[in-house]
């Protein structure tokens, strides 16, 4: 009886499908290659992979919503496939990049913006372990049913490492088989500009009283606009940069991750380039971090220190060559959090094409 519910279900997810048989032979990224199609599936090869099975379907069901295809597409493949643990599984939604990426630019000034917000879901995915998957499956909507969906199957261990490159190429196959099956406006004008409307400069660069406060998708920094130096004679004919940086990844939809900061100093020397060596941090007269030799320059300011810095009146940095380098230290907390959160909406800006060339 199961079996018959079964066959009936299929028949009823591919008998639209038969566009899907004149699809090409297509290349896709990380060596993934589409070779066997039929109007009812594609499957993809990988030449390092060849125990790792993975096949695309369309269901072609016009009036059942992709949640509800993905939870009966589970359970199919949990019973006809041996995955029990699969029929089970959590339901991870794939969220729209623009709407995550928009609602994290959001909350970079607002921590509570957008709270009880609902994101656009476009696609789904379980896995039967979370560790060491054996079976997956994978669902993007679709123009011209309930969704495309992708089963992935490796008895081995292999998609332990290797679920990431499944998943980009089964995600990069389906948007360009959604992109061929999607309804064509009547009349199309070309693209007189790909440059959106609204880009702007995603990188710069502002001045203040004591500080130069600069920012990109790839950094962001304090520099200290007027040192003074204590030992002015090692300073004799030498040029010195010194900021603090704003450390840390930014995920353009989780936002800084593990954010730090770092003292960063540069000097030259005639035609000479060259780092000088760190020795130690004062904040008010107070030691408040050390550093040693080799990889203990490239420690970061603790906590300690940092809540020194925003608190106190006058830091001094003391180097190897150029001696100590005194700095005011009114304003700089809050230009370095404007800092960070330039830099993360300079990266989400980026993501979204949104940045000036």
């Excluded at 018959?4 to 008998?15: D, F, G, R």
């Excluded at 476009?122 to 079976?135: F, L, S, T």
């Excluded at 693209?191 to 203040?208: F, W």
Aim: aromatic share 6%; net charge neutral.
């Amino acid at each position: 009886m199961i079996r018959a519910v079964v066959t009936l279900i299929c028949a009823a997810l591919w008998a639209s499908a038969s566009y899907a048989q004149g699809a090409d032979a297509v290349t896709l990224s990380g060596k993934w290659v589409v070779r066997d199609h039929s109007p009812r599936f594609w499957r993809l090869h990988h030449p390092d992979l060849k125990d790792t099975i993975v096949i695309v379907r369309p269901d072609a069901r016009a009036n059942v919503s992709m949640a509800q295809a993905f939870e009966e597409a589970k359970a199919r493949h949990g019973e006809a496939d041996n995955c029990p643990a699969l029929i089970t599984a959590e339901s991870e939604p794939e969220y729209d990049k623009f709407d995550a990426a928009m609602a994290a630019i959001s909350k970079v000034t607002d921590p509570d913006a957008g709270a009880g917000q609902s994101l656009s879901i476009i696609g789904y995915e379980a896995k039967d372990n979370a560790q060491r998957p054996h079976c997956v499956l994978i669902a993007r909507e679709y123009a011209r049913g309930a969704m495309l969906y992708a089963f992935i199957t490796d008895r081995g261990d292999t998609l332990t490492t290797k679920l990431g490159s499944a998943r980009s190429a089964v995600h990069e196959f389906m948007d360009k088989i959604s992109d061929r099956d999607k309804p064509q406006p009547a009349a199309s004008r070309p693209v007189q500009n790909a440059q959106p409307q609204n880009a702007e400069a995603c990188e710069d660069v502002r001045m203040y009283d004591n500080w130069v406060v600069s920012w990109s998708p790839k950094s962001a920094m304090v520099y200290i606009r007027r040192p003074a130096f204590a030992d002015a004679a090692k300073m004799t004919g030498k040029k010195v940069r010194l900021g603090i940086m704003v450390g840390g990844n930014v995920d353009p939809e989780k936002g800084r991750q593990d954010l730090h900061h770092g003292i960063y100093i540069a000097a030259q020397d005639g035609d000479r380039e060259f780092v000088p060596e760190k020795r130690a941090l004062r904040v008010d007269g107070v030691l408040v971090q050390e550093w040693s030799k080799g990889g203990g320059q490239w420690k970061v300011l603790s906590d300690p220190a940092m809540q020194a810095l925003a608190s106190g009146k006058q830091g001094e940095l003391e180097t190897g060559e150029l001696g100590r380098i005194r700095f005011p230290l009114a304003g700089l907390d809050p230009l370095l959090k404007l800092a960070d959160v330039e830099e993360q909406r300079a990266v989400i800006k980026t993501q979204l094409g949104m940045c000036k060339p």
